[in-house]
């Protein structure tokens, strides 16, 4: 059974204060427009990352939906329009078809889901009438074959993110690449998204090299000896400046830097790395929502609580501007020239009309520092620069959007 | 000591008056010319513009991130929002140190001073209020709770309306600064950024940075009259992100918006509303403020750490004069 936890939790002190304050100017509650707003996740075995600085995240997503919550109660505060976030958690054994028609049949048309790309579909296709914000799969079959009319793409696709590293290569005229995958499907998936952006960007993939050992104990207390050892051997390649490593569940992209048999830049899913959040992000405002999303979590903020965050804001913004709960005219709304997110990104965030995925540039970072923002300059589109990550339009395979 | 030195022998006499002819043509340069006070966010410090030779004539060290600044009464003093000390610096012009702090609340961003010179209305970005502060007695007189991330301070001529926007909650809020409570909230375009009153009280203007418009909301009704788009041909529309804005008041009928990442500023019409031109400046163009008598504009380039001077009668840019890292605020003295 799914367990349903509302999220007064996600109030902290602070904005209850705040809200309280607000009510002398507040119309009354009988006239407030309710906006519900699900929260769709599963259980599943967390993932030790193998930096020890890095920790387990138990809440991951689930905080920004609760602090973008926060922010749009706020506005809603002003305008008679009162939100509430509930969270669904799946269990292995729920049947996501019958859960989420159960949900539909009580009232609920809007979710957020953070969930694979099986689960995904699965939740798009019970619930034909909602609308479903993506903020997990990167799947670019998610946006191409398998797209549906009723969700939205908040997450980059691999496309996107690789078309970003891909452009900052090709401006620093590092063509050269050497490709290091994974042994997961994930992990081809990227490697396959880098090849077409390589392709795109002028670079040359010069060798391609699988990484097959198992990954064995995250933790040990002499492991840096056998690396010492083994990375040297591994990274024989042909003459390169980069190696991209594809290697989604993180499980060994960590131990090539520093340690490769010349002395190469790592880029890909470890070291420099193509993102749609990062903690060390701090221009064009966003230092406001790190801390405010510090002071609410006690912890950073990754990049599925920001996909969720910039949802519920979505969502906020569309409530704000047709004064409607309903799905189908938060829809047009959305997809309308009257909507533009503000997300911390120096631009406007808008939809791409053909797919429903989220216009955004990718930052380009190391471990501590933001190093670029992509689009790269000189990268041209006659509709928008944005549109040079990811499928464009007259590459797309999504005829049901 | 006046009376003592008129007493004094003849050479003591002459030398007096030498001094005091000395002193009177220096005080009448000083007088004369009106100074530029410019907040450089990134190097912590103030730029001081001499208004006739438009050079940099001093470099003052001062806070962390100093942002939003004000110049007090009868130019004494420029109060200055150094956002990460959490706290409103006072810098002694006469001095050039910084010879006392306000507290502002945490990240104070942007603020006004009311017309009896008092009391400061400051905007805590990270805190989502408004903070009033008594000057003389350095306390916080109230909190205003509003939006999320509050950001432009604007008060009426009259001094009874003070206008906050908030940028992720998308409004301005119009606060009766007798009660200190909002008694509106009107819903802007996308980030709103600077708002800005009329001279006669009657229209306030809000800039909207994501948006891409400035909104003129009329005072009385509290309702949008029209909203200003911009449009700079070769120019991507996401790059136009409008924030500073100054409305004139010398019967020239023109107000000047600052377009950040475009490098513009644009010149429009206040009957009509009407874009007339676009000025090229220096890239993320944030604030804006007048010379005393409207001649001339001067511009913060964050990116391209100068301030440009637009001549308003030729609506040419004349000058850029190079500062510190990251220009933020512009204050002149009368």
């Known amino acids: ?401 | 000591m006046l009376f003592k030195q008129l007493k004094a022998p003849i050479e003591q006499r002459r030398f007096a008056v030498v001094v005091v002819l000395l002193f009177l043509q220096i005080f009448a340069g000083k007088s004369y010319a009106y100074k530029i006070y410019v907040s450089n966010e990134k190097d912590n410090t103030i730029s001081v513009i001499d208004g006739e030779s438009l050079a940099v004539i001093e470099t003052i060290p001062v806070g962390e991130r100093p942002r939003g600044i004000v110049l007090g009464k009868e130019d004494k003093y420029l109060y200055m929002c150094t956002s990460d000390e959490d706290h409103v610096e006072v810098l002694d012009l006469a001095t050039g140190k910084v010879i006392d702090s306000l507290p502002s609340g945490p990240d104070p961003e942007l603020m006004a001073m009311d017309n009896t010179g008092n009391l400061l209305y400051i905007a805590n970005e990270d805190d989502n209020m408004v903070t009033v502060v008594n000057i003389a007695e350095k306390r916080k007189l109230e909190e205003i709770p509003v939006g999320i991330e509050p950001e432009g301070i604007g008060l009426s001529p009259d001094g009874k309306w003070l206008v906050n926007t908030s940028e992720t909650t998308n409004m301005a809020h119009f606060i009766n600064t007798e009660t200190l409570k909002i008694e509106a909230n009107v819903l802007v375009d996308t980030r709103p950024r600077v708002a800005q009153f009329t001279a006669d009280g009657k229209e306030v203007w809000v800039s909207s940075e994501i948006g891409g418009t400035v909104s003129v909301i009329d005072a009385e009704s509290k309702e949008i009259k029209t909203k200003i788009n911009f449009e700079v041909r070769g120019l991507r529309p996401e790059s136009i992100q409008p924030v500073g804005v100054k409305l004139s008041s010398d019967g020239s009928n023109k107000a000047y918006i600052a377009l950040g990442p475009s490098a513009r500023v644009a010149v429009v019409d206040m009957e009509s509303y009407e874009v007339e031109k676009y000025l090229l400046v220096g890239p993320r163009v944030w604030n804006l403020e007048f010379s005393p008598d409207q001649k001339f504009l001067f511009t913060t380039n964050g990116v391209g750490g100068d301030v440009s001077v637009i001549d308003l009668k030729k609506q040419r840019v004349i000058k850029s004069v190079k500062v510190g890292r990251l220009p933020w605020g512009v204050a002149v003295t009368q």
Request: glycine share 6%.
């Open chain 1, 1 to 401: 059974m799914a367990s349903l936890i509302k999220s007064t939790r996600a109030l902290c002190g602070l904005m209850l204060i705040l809200v309280l304050c607000m009510v002398t100017s507040l119309v009354s509650a009988k006239d407030m427009l309710n906006v519900t707003v699900t929260y769709l996740t599963t259980q599943e075995e967390q993932q030790v990352p193998l930096s020890l600085l890095d920790l387990v995240i138990e809440d991951n997503g689930r905080m920004g939906a609760r602090l973008a919550i926060a922010d749009n109660k706020t506005t809603g505060s002003f305008l008679g329009h009162e939100y509430i976030l509930e969270e669904v958690v799946f269990e292995q054994s729920d049947d996501i078809n019958e859960q989420v028609k159960a949900l539909v049949a009580d009232g609920r048309q809007l979710f957020i889901a953070d969930l694979k790309k099986d689960d995904l579909t699965a939740v798009a296709d019970a619930a034909p009438d909602a609308l479903i914000f993506n903020v997990r799969a990167q799947d670019d079959i998610l946006r191409n074959e398998l797209c549906r009319r009723n969700t939205f793409h908040i997450t980059p696709s691999r496309s996107m993110r690789t078309d970003g590293l891909a452009q900052y290569l090709s401006w620093k005229r590092w063509t050269n690449v050497v490709l290091v995958t994974g042994r997961h499907a994930a992990d081809n998936d990227f490697a396959a998204s880098f090849k077409r952006s390589a392709t795109r960007y002028q670079l040359k993939i010069v060798q391609e090299k699988p990484w097959t050992s198992e990954p064995g104990a995250r933790r040990t207390d002499s492991g840096h000896h056998s690396l010492q050892q083994e990375v040297p051997s591994f990274t024989q390649f042909k003459k390169h400046d980069v190696v991209v490593v594809a290697d989604e569940t993180d499980e060994f992209g960590e131990y090539l830097p520093y340690r490769m048999a010349s002395p190469r830049l790592v880029a890909g899913t470890q070291g420099l790395v193509p993102t749609h959040w990062h903690r060390s992000q701090e221009q064009w405002g966003a230092t406001q929502i790190q801390r405010r999303f510090q002071k609410l979590a006690n912890r950073v903020m990754s990049e599925r609580d920001y996909a969720a965050w910039a949802a519920t804001r979505v969502i906020g913004e569309g409530v704000s501007l047709t004064s409607s709960n309903q799905a189908a005219e938060l829809r047009s709304l959305i997809l309308s020239d009257k909507f533009k997110l503000a997300g911390f990104k120096g631009v406007p965030l808008t939809f791409r009309d053909w797919n429903g995925q989220l216009r955004q540039p990718m930052l380009v970072v190391g471990p501590r520092m933001l190093v670029t923002v992509s689009p790269q300059q000189g990268f041209l589109h006659q509709r928008s620069e944005l549109d040079t990550l990811g499928y464009d339009k007259p590459e797309s395979a999504c005829d049901k959007f």
